[in-house]
């Protein structure tokens, strides 16, 4: 490894974890990632691997039987798995959100039935917030939990984007139910809806219709789900009290950020990795294209957006550790390291020359990957909107 993402300050242990990480990526992801990509075939041995090495329970409490790590020990992994193919670190970061769900949020029971399991990779988790048509306005969702004369709910609705849809045998959904608060943020519930791993009725009024045909992302499965009178216990509300779900998922969506940067973080390293290399096997007019200004200049370029994303990742992950509020940091990392990774993928691709178009090339798949870290958990956009309200909260001028 270059100079580049290093990070000060770590323990013996977390440099140890990330160190296996890395090892893993090299050996056992890199090799096969863009034939599985293109085939757009589930990673089952990778998938495998990563639970092995207990990836699955990283951050769930030894209690749990997880190993209890930081958010910065776990953005720092997912930045390595990025690198070698982003689609594996969408298997890790939705399961991990559900699970950080239930540890904050969960109640004793709840956390004693899933936590373990989540832990071993026995149970993997889903969430599901957005609908067909909703956008970026959680405030609008249309499914609906009616509550029962028995105490418990019908869930009807269509949900979209179910990253592990198919996979996952637990989801967090999001969904409204009418608890009389005067805001219909207050009136919104997350329930933890079991199922069946695979495609179809996978429960009882419960449909996940197939895997949506995308651009990128390719081998992980993003799915809807259809719910039609889906009966749901009251032990099944997270947290077990009913008008809480839209904090909960702001929660989660939160870390779920410092995910989705640390893959921008990683995506981007690995672009830059695979243009410096080209950059000195190649050669144009007698030299090594390394040795033109133009490319010796992009690639510094390229490598100050790595770093300063890699920063901004690393502060907002320490942050959230500490307690502290961060939606602030949170929304800037994963918005500077989305555009960033943008612009450093096409850098590498510009680099590469006509070869980058090819699918023979590396740098094809990360041109793919790159768009899906403008959208995933928030556009740059609604970052900005988010980031902007609080700082004039900040700097709000005294009368």
Known sequence: MGRLCETEGLTEEQ??????????????????????????????????????????????????????????????????????????????????????????????????????????????????????????????????????????????????????????????????????????YRNMTTFLVEKESGFGETAPGLTIPGKIDKMGYKGVDTTEAVFEGHQVGAEQVLGGEPGKGFYQMMDGVEVGRVNVAARACGIALRAFELAIAYAQQRETFGKQIADHQAILFRLAEMATKVEASHAMMVKAARLKDSGKRMDVEAGMAKMLAAEYCNEVVQDSFRIHGGYGYSKEYEIERLYREAAFMLIGEGTSDIQKMIIGRSLLKDYKLKA
């Open 15 to 184: 440099t140890e974890i990330i160190k296996a990480v890395r090892t893993f990526v090299d050996e056992k992801i890199l090799p096969v990632a863009t034939e599985l990509e293109h085939a757009d075939e589930y990673p089952q041995e990778i998938v495998d691997g990563l639970k092995e090495l207990g990836i699955f329970g990283l951050m769930i409490p030894e209690e749990y039987d997880g190993l209890g790590e930081s958010l910065l020990t776990y953005a720092l992994c997912v930045e390595e798995i990025a690198r070698g193919w982003m689609s594996v670190s969408g298997v890790i970061n939705t399961h991990f959100i559900v699970a950080y769900m239930l540890m904050k949020h969960g109640t004793e029971e709840q956390k004693k039935k899933y936590l373990p399991k989540m832990a071993a990779g026995e149970i993997r988790g889903s969430f599901s917030m957005s609908e067909p048509g909703l956008g970026s306005d959680v405030s609008a969702i249309k499914t609906k939990a009616v509550k029962n004369d028995d105490g418990g709910y019908t869930i009807d609705g269509q949900k979209m984007w179910l990253t592990n849809g198919g996979t996952s045998n637990l989801i967090a959904v999001l969904v409204k139910t009418d608890e009389g608060a005067d805001s219909v």
